[in-house]
């Protein structure tokens, strides 16, 4: 069960459960503080433990709400890459395309409310990511000695990609903010779990074998983790 609370300039939503041992503090992606605690901890105890990380939480706070996007004329997203301006304009008709470092939107709504443009960016998004993984796969597949398999764009903001039990490969839409390198490795990434559907040494050797900088790519996308959130 959660249940909301506010101590000092922070509010927070609170949830026990059974399985923890300690409190856990979390900023999530839009900047709200999320607290998970055992149940027999006394409310008293956890207030004073937010406050004992109050500044660490405030400026989590502050960096989360800057990254988070707001749809409108100059607002940035990280696109192949590189990061790209928003640009609202209205016409005649909805559209959406990226021109030289710029993400051109127009909508029929004068006043072009975010919740359109937004649509728009997820649209584009899913697929530009459609487009490029589709390029790539067969390509990774030959190498792997694997049939190409059959793919999805997802809108998920946990997962880069996955692989199902049954073989289907999952992408997020995130994945357009990634260069062509970073896209390449999870394409092999995912590929290589039908070979080894776990982390183990084979398939990290598998995966090193052809792509023997792997670990620096994976480290990149640790780093853009967050910056790719489109919320």
Same mark, same amino acid.
Request: with cysteine; glycine share 4%.
């Given at each position: 069960? @959660?249940?909301?609370?506010?101590?000092?300039?922070?509010?927070?939503?609170?949830?026990?459960?059974? !399985?923890?041992?300690?409190?856990? +503090?979390?900023?999530?992606?839009?900047?709200?503080?999320?607290?998970?605690?055992?149940?027999?901890?006394?409310? &008293?105890?956890?207030?004073?433990?937010?406050?004992?990380?109050?500044?660490?939480? +405030?400026?989590?706070?502050?960096?989360?709400?800057?990254?988070?996007?707001?749809?409108?004329?100059?607002?940035?997203?990280?696109?192949?890459?590189?990061?790209?301006?928003?640009?609202?304009?209205?016409?005649?008709?909805?559209?959406? &395309?990226?021109?030289?470092?710029?993400?051109?939107?127009?909508?029929?709504?004068?006043?072009?409310?975010?919740?359109?443009?937004?649509?728009?960016?997820?649209?584009?998004?899913?697929?530009?990511?459609?487009?490029?993984?589709?390029?790539?796969?067969?390509?990774?597949?030959?190498?792997?000695?694997?049939?190409?398999?059959?793919?999805?764009?997802?809108? !998920? @903001?946990?997962?880069?990609?996955?692989? !199902?039990? @049954?073989?289907?490969?999952?992408?997020?839409?995130?994945?357009?903010?990634?260069?062509?390198?970073?896209?390449?490795?999870?394409?092999?990434?995912?590929?290589?779990?039908?070979?080894?559907?776990?982390?183990?040494?084979?398939?990290?050797?598998?995966?090193?074998?052809?792509?023997?900088?792997? @670990?620096?790519?994976?480290?990149? +996308?640790?780093?853009?983790?967050?910056?790719?959130?489109?919320?």
């Amino acid at each position: 069960m @959660k249940t909301a609370g506010k101590v000092s300039q922070i509010p927070y939503t609170l949830t026990r459960r059974r !399985s923890n041992k300690n409190i856990v +503090l979390r900023v999530n992606d839009l900047g709200h503080v999320e607290v998970s605690a055992p149940f027999l901890v006394p409310k &008293a105890t956890i207030e004073e433990f937010i406050l004992a990380n109050e500044e660490k939480l +405030l400026s989590r706070i502050a960096e989360r709400k800057e990254r988070h996007h707001t749809y409108t004329d100059g607002d940035r997203f990280l696109y192949e890459g590189r990061y790209v301006e928003l640009s609202v304009a209205h016409g005649s008709r909805y559209n959406i &395309a990226e021109e030289n470092g710029v993400l051109r939107v127009t909508t029929i709504e004068e006043e072009c409310p975010p919740r359109v443009v937004e649509a728009l960016v997820l649209w584009l998004y899913r697929k530009r990511t459609r487009q490029r993984v589709k390029e790539i796969l067969p390509i990774w597949a030959m190498k792997l000695g694997l049939a190409t398999p059959p793919f999805s764009v997802r809108d !998920s @903001k946990k997962r880069w990609a996955s692989c !199902s039990s @049954k073989g289907r490969l999952n992408f997020s839409l995130r994945c357009q903010a990634l260069t062509d390198e970073q896209l390449s490795y999870l394409v092999l990434h995912e590929l290589a779990h039908l070979i080894h559907f776990d982390h183990s040494p084979d398939f990290h050797a598998l995966v090193k074998h052809h792509m023997s900088f792997y @670990k620096s790519v994976q480290r990149s +996308l640790y780093a853009v983790q967050e910056e790719s959130q489109l919320i």
